[in-house]
């Protein structure tokens, strides 16, 4: 070997193990729809996760930056985006962040068996004049804001699949800091319908009683963690990468994952590198539905030229494959230079 070459060889190790900086970033958190009533608790479990990931990876330091609203969330990231190392928020709080900066969604939230949620919209139980989505044409909404300017694009193709605009439709729109604040809010009487995760306890513990829904939205992705490119060296990536999908198989990542009220972190189809912003808007899991056929076990007297059959009693379902469907070519657009 060449003098100097093991010095060179030395050096290549270092710099593909090596973080880009060796001084403290930030994890920017922003997570309106998690199932904590608190702050507090918020703050307890995401910092959990922070000393989980820390203790695992040497390097990986980063303070904890956790923000309720959208507008501070975003302005602490346009204030100093190359201090952010990981950011942990709802799918499309991604859709904004500009793609030169480098971050790519690499896990995802499991829950109850599944990586996806539904945003249910709820009116009170005492309000009969309205029972289907149609009738909500001029009322008022509120919703949590989960990004900027794709915030009524997320909402009509994503979360209402086409069926209305909301701008349009209601007669205002409101947003809210989070889901508890949202279904407070319907159920104070303060607007008349509000869109919020399913999984959110509080709707829960109202359901059937004081609240109802009128409206479920197609699968949506659970929150994400985005890493910025580079930001670790590939031994360190490699490292993370195994302690995340091992997380429940220790005490302390059981210990994490019960903080957040998760199954687990599921890794999230490699988009190549890149933020692959398709990948966020489609379900995560396996495209196959299950189709339920009903045979009735009879026909009523009038059958001949009548479409009306008696209760079903035999059913068999058939799997299919479902393609991809191509997200909104707006929600595709990125924003290339800060506000």
């Not at 070459?5 to 050096?11: I, K, R």
């Not at 999984?199 to 004081?210: E, M």
């Not at 210990?255 to 189809?269: Q, T």
């Amino acid at each position: 070997m060449r003098p100097g070459t093991a010095g060179a060889y030395l050096l290549a190790s270092l710099l593909l193990t090596a973080p880009l900086s060796a001084a403290p970033g930030a994890l920017l958190v922003h997570l309106p729809s998690v199932p904590l009533e608190s702050s507090t608790r918020l703050a307890t479990a995401v910092t959990a996760l922070r000393d989980y990931m820390s203790a695992e990876v040497p390097g990986f330091v980063v303070d904890v930056k956790i923000f309720r609203r959208w507008e501070d969330a975003d302005a602490f990231y346009q204030k100093d985006p190359s201090a952010i190392v990981a950011v942990l928020s709802e799918a499309s709080f991604l859709f904004d962040l500009p793609a030169e900066e480098g971050f790519v969604p690499v896990w995802r939230f499991y829950r109850e068996g599944s990586e996806t949620y539904r945003q249910v919209l709820v009116v009170r139980t005492e309000d009969q004049a309205l029972s289907a989505l149609g009738d909500l044409r001029g009322h008022s909404l509120q919703y949590v804001k989960t990004t900027g300017g794709h915030t009524l694009s997320f909402l009509a193709r994503a979360v209402f699949a086409g069926e209305v605009s909301p701008q349009d439709w209601f007669g205002s729109l409101e947003a809210a800091p989070d889901d508890f604040s949202a279904v407070a809010s319907v159920l104070h009487g303060q607007v008349d319908a509000a869109l919020v995760a399913d999984y959110n306890p509080l709707l829960r513990s109202q359901l059937g009683d004081k609240l109802r829904t009128l409206f479920t939205s197609p699968p949506l992705s659970l929150p994400v963690i985005a890493l910025r490119s580079q930001a670790l060296g590939a031994q360190q990536r490699a490292t993370l990468d195994q302690a995340m999908a091992t997380i429940g198989e220790n005490a302390e990542g059981r210990k994490v994952l019960e903080e957040l009220g998760l199954d687990g972190l599921r890794p999230i189809e490699d988009g190549g590198g890149r933020f692959d912003r398709e990948a966020l808007l489609r379900i995560p899991s396996v495209q196959k539905k299950t189709m339920e056929i009903a045979l009735p076990s009879s026909l009523p007297a009038n059958a001949a030229g009548s479409s009306e059959l008696t209760p079903a009693d035999v059913t068999f379902s058939l799997a299919l494959e479902l393609p991809e469907i191509a997200p909104a070519t707006e929600l595709s657009s990125v924003r290339k230079t800060p506000r």
